[in-house]
């Protein structure tokens, strides 16, 4: 039987598209239960909630580095230079900024400064209390200076010392040798700091989710479903009493070829592609 259920009348008169290429962690839970789990089989019981546990977390790991599991927003940076982190935010790949023609600048993250939880102050510099809680301000006066200064950029961060008398620098950090500009991220408060000559500008947040936010992102594509069976069998064998070492160490090598496995396939290489990128480097340079 075919794994095809739908007319191509009515695939294409549809919205969801490219959708065979995915498998939903439901499918794989149930075809793991199937094919590993009963008399004679690998594994004689085991509870399907055991079963989808180590299978959301086999999605967490792979999307890490092997799924493609990154996202993106775009925002255009308002007056306050705040943007909120995504509600399923884990790390950021890249920030960019987008010019006129659409291109991606590369924004990189500053060092020099940071957003400091702040707490008042009397006048003598003893701390106003409130009840047993210290009073924190709103906002520190590290973060109000740094986004009041007019066109603050990666130059700003460049240490004075390196200039000499007619203004050339010495021992330029190449990571401020750019001018799209800065930006630093809070986890404290869940907000990414712009520079202040990105008001207004186009940004573009690339970030990395774990893959479980909701139902229909737990998809996993069908070069990694192999993948996501060793990786649910592994953390089975190995979380169980009275297993042998060698049969949990078998497995544990499974998971790992097989996500190595995964992780080529998805890389996406072409041959015709990654010739002509190398035919690019061997050209000699005048």
Same mark, same amino acid.
């Given at each position: 039987?075919?794994?095809?259920?739908?007319?191509?009348?009515?695939?294409?008169?549809?919205?969801?598209?490219? &959708?065979?290429?995915?498998?939903?962690?439901?499918?794989?839970?149930?075809?793991?239960?199937?094919?590993?789990?009963?008399?004679?089989?690998?594994? %004689?019981?085991?509870?399907?909630?055991?079963?989808?546990?180590?299978?959301?977390?086999?999605?967490?790991?792979?999307?890490?580095?092997?799924?493609?599991?990154?996202?993106?927003?775009?925002?255009?940076?308002?007056?306050?230079?705040?943007?909120?982190?995504?509600?399923?935010?884990?790390?950021?790949?890249?920030?960019?900024?987008?010019?006129?023609?659409?291109?991606? =600048?590369?924004?990189?993250? %500053?060092?020099?400064?940071?957003?400091?939880?702040?707490?008042?102050?009397?006048?003598?510099?003893?701390?106003?209390?409130?009840?047993? &809680?210290?009073?924190?301000?709103?906002?520190?006066? %590290?973060?109000?200076?740094? =986004?009041?200064?007019?066109?603050?950029?990666?130059? &700003?961060?460049?240490?004075?010392? /390196?200039?000499?008398?007619?203004?050339?620098?010495?021992?330029?950090?190449?990571?401020?040798?750019?001018?799209?500009?800065?930006?630093?991220?809070?986890?404290?408060?869940?907000?990414?700091?712009?520079?202040?000559? /990105?008001?207004?500008?186009?940004?573009?947040?690339?970030?990395?989710?774990?893959?479980?936010?909701?139902?229909?992102?737990?998809?996993?594509?069908?070069?990694?479903?192999?993948?996501?069976?060793?990786?649910?069998?592994?953390?089975?064998?190995?979380?169980?009493?009275?297993?042998?070492?060698?049969?949990?160490?078998?497995? =544990? =090598?499974?998971?790992?070829?097989? %996500?190595?496995?995964?992780?080529?396939?998805?890389?996406?290489?072409?041959?015709?592609?990654?010739?002509?990128? /190398?035919?690019? /480097?061997?050209?000699?340079?005048?």
């Amino acid at each position: 039987m075919g794994l095809l259920d739908e007319t191509q009348s009515s695939y294409y008169g549809g919205s969801d598209f490219g &959708n065979y290429q995915f498998v939903t962690l439901d499918d794989i839970i149930s075809s793991f239960m199937v094919v590993y789990v009963g008399e004679n089989k690998i594994l %004689t019981k085991v509870s399907r909630t055991d079963v989808q546990f180590h299978g959301m977390r086999a999605i967490q790991e792979l999307s890490y580095d092997v799924l493609k599991s990154m996202k993106s927003q775009e925002i255009e940076v308002p007056p306050s230079l705040k943007m909120i982190l995504p509600h399923d935010y884990v790390n950021y790949c890249k920030i960019v900024r987008v010019d006129s023609n659409g291109i991606e =600048k590369p924004l990189y993250p %500053t060092g020099k400064t940071s957003n400091p939880l702040p707490i008042d102050q009397n006048a003598d510099g003893t701390y106003i209390i409130n009840g047993d &809680n210290l009073d924190e301000q709103t906002e520190s006066d %590290t973060w109000a200076n740094y =986004k009041s200064q007019a066109g603050s950029s990666s130059n &700003n961060d460049i240490d004075p010392l /390196l200039l000499d008398a007619q203004g050339r620098r010495y021992g330029l950090d190449p990571q401020y040798a750019q001018a799209n500009g800065t930006f630093y991220i809070d986890d404290r408060t869940g907000y990414i700091h712009f520079g202040s000559n /990105l008001a207004g500008e186009t940004i573009i947040l690339k970030y990395i989710s774990d893959g479980l936010g909701t139902d229909a992102e737990m998809l996993v594509h069908k070069f990694a479903e192999e993948a996501v069976y060793k990786h649910i069998m592994y953390g089975l064998i190995s979380g169980r009493t009275g297993i042998p070492e060698y049969i949990t160490q078998r497995f =544990k =090598k499974e998971k790992f070829a097989e %996500t190595r496995k995964a992780k080529i396939r998805l890389s996406n290489i072409k041959m015709e592609e990654f010739t002509q990128v /190398l035919r690019g /480097l061997g050209k000699p340079i005048k």
